[in-house]
Nanobody, 114 residues
Framework: QVQLVESGGGLVQPGGSLRLSCAAS????????MAWFRQAPGKARGLVAS???????NYTNSVKGRFVISRDNVKNTLYLQMSNLKPEDTALYYC????????WGQGTQVTVSS
């Protein structure tokens, strides 16, 4: 069974940058939809960014111009480059791989604070 493992989270000051990685234990070349979600305490999990098999991307408005999602089908890894981080970006970040897997990673914590 394919698993997803996120890494790269941590504590960063406002204005700083982080790169999240999501490594799959199997091939992602056939996965049409991959995405990053986040969940802050007391809030619902929401979509941050997504990338399709043709590398088309979509972002929630609050991260446009600051975050970049990408995928490497050779390394079987999904990335999220986050820049100009704000305190409101603080959350547990999850990666998701759509069909044929439809699976979630365990999450990685991002905390933006001075």
């Amino acid at each position: 069974q394919v698993q997803l493992v996120e890494s790269g989270g941590g504590l960063v000051q406002p204005g700083g940058s982080l790169r999240l990685s999501c490594a799959a234990s199997g091939s992602i070349s056939s996965v049409a939809f991959m995405a990053w979600f986040r969940q802050a305490p007391g809030k619902a999990r929401g979509l941050v960014a997504s990338v399709r098999g043709d590398n088309s991307t979509n972002y929630t408005n609050s991260v446009k111009g600051r975050f970049v999602i990408s995928r490497d089908n050779v390394k079987n890894t999904l990335y999220l480059q986050m820049s100009n981080l704000k305190p409101e970006d603080t959350a547990l970040y999850y990666c998701f791989a759509g069909g044929p897997y439809n699976i979630w990673g365990q999450g990685t914590q991002v905390t933006v604070s001075s």
